[in-house]
């Protein structure tokens, strides 16, 4: 294993390949970073009622989130305990139990093993099954309508983990009193790239959006976001912030109030939603959050590989497979009061923009896939990457947590996903990753 | 539903229209499919696949289809309109692009000239240094006659992979 320290420096913004294309440090990252975090599952609203599952990944494990009788939830390993087999194959749907393909041992949606074939003529009743039921996740909680779950029993509370973040992820999760939903299924993409390279993007990078996406931009903006330009002849970088430097998560923010709708061809319809329910928002969020940012265009990150924009609506998890691939899977996300026509508009928009075929999406991929193959060759792999842009401009806004850089076009925020990368994969358990929310804390946590 | 199968004739007009617009979209001619191939009034939409299992009876609370295409001709022409500004840089060098169209069927509809026609393409890409890319759909499409000759009223396509195994869908099917 390569020296840790040799892969990432926080101070330079400098990162070797290696950490692109490297089997073993990728298999550091299943035990290390997926196995000890807490990972997105599902939306409260896709469980409804008793029985509802979704089939999905933490890391590479597969697991089945599962409504329970008493309203909580559950989630399981995917597989039998006899010999492995997958219990589950569908994507979603409702059922009482899991029966395995096998042997036909059969669960519960409760996880209990109930039924186990030729159990008085083959294990002549020896079997305890108790013993063998589905294997649950070490904890499993949710943050205003959003499941995760953890396999690290020391993990701290979800809400120790997201930390100040929640000020943030509030301006979409609570700004209307009814929630949010997703609506639609998922949109699944497998793609030949390593899984930092798309969260790093989505966390900080928008510097690419005028030049990646100069087509999409061209055919769709009808309005600017921060000033943004095709050809990244100019930008307005005083009109948004980046937000980094709580414990990995990240916030892109633009700060007008209605850009997230920029590139709605029908966006006065989100407009008046916006306005009718302003009022609400900043009651709810106060004026920095209810003004400012509430409609505008968000990127938000909460560490390692979940990922929301309000406005543009998407929201979407990445499932690494091997350090060269990842699947990922985009839904559309809307506040539950939003009218039905909206709902619509937005699952429309959103396929049309970020879904497989979605005209921006369909820009990133082959930059994300060469990025991951230009890091595999021998020479390649020990050259040097950085996200050197904007060093020094952090710095605490009154009333806003979390280290704040000017602009949309400013890599601060990759910054501190990969110092979270390096701090999770250093440490030998949860007591030696450090904890911070605001610059005094990131500075007196900073590795020296 | 009975369908009663269009007239020989008509079947070979709408085979060949169904064979042109292959090839024009195997040459990425997209300005000619949306004049000479697509009505006005076109619909055009490709879903999402799920696997679910066949005795699921949750389907009334399952969310709605989610697409990955759903167009109208307005929406098609600023897709194309993409294309056309020379900024879709995955694009350059141009890819290899074949579609191929088979299982035709042609049947009479309750509105007089206008058809419907089922068809299975297989489209592959050949892109970048040695990817090969395939994609099958079934197509279920209305096409209408016209003073103009065919034009293309609508077409739903089903997807068979749940999961897209491309970078990108840069083309139409």
Redesign the interface.
Known sequence: MENLDDLIDFKTGRQKRLIYSDAEIYDQEMEKIFGRSWLFLAHEC?L??PG?FIRTYMGEDEVLVVRQKDNGLKAFLNTCTHRGNRLC???????KSFVCNYHGWSFSYNGELTGVPLEEAAYQNNLDKSKFGMIEVAQIASYKGLIFATFDEKAPSLEEYLGDMKWYLDVWLDAMPEGTE????????????NWKLAVENVSGDGYHLGW?H???M???AESDIAGLS??NSDVDNESAISVAGMNGHTVLAALDGKSGYAFY?EYQMAWDYLDQNRATAVERLGEIRGEKMWGSQINFTVFPNLQFLPGLNWFRIYHPKGPGKF?MWT??MVDKRMSDDLKEMI??NV??TF???G?F?????????AATEQSRGWRTSQMDIYTNMAMGNEHSREGMPGVISEGLVCEQNQRYVYRRWLEMMKADSWSDIPFYNNLEEARATEDK | MTLKAAKDEVYLDLQRHLFKEARMLSAERYDEWLSEILSDDIYYRMDMPQRRFREDKSAVRAPAKTPIFNDDFASLKVRVGRYKTGFVWAENPMNASRHMVSNVEVFETDEQDQFKVYSVVEFHRSRLNSERKRFTVGREDRWVKSENGYQLLERLMTLDDSVVLDSNMNFFL
Request: cysteine-free; charged content about 25%; overall charge negative.
């Open positions: 896709q409804e009622k509802d194959k569908a994507d979603h749907g409702n059922s997703l609506i639609g299924t998922a949109m699944k993409v497998e793609l030949p790239v990646a100069a087509g999409a061209t055919v769709t095709v050809g061809n699947e839904w559309a699952l429309n396929s049309r879904g497989p075929a005209m999406d369909n820009d990133d991929g082959d930059n994300l896939q």
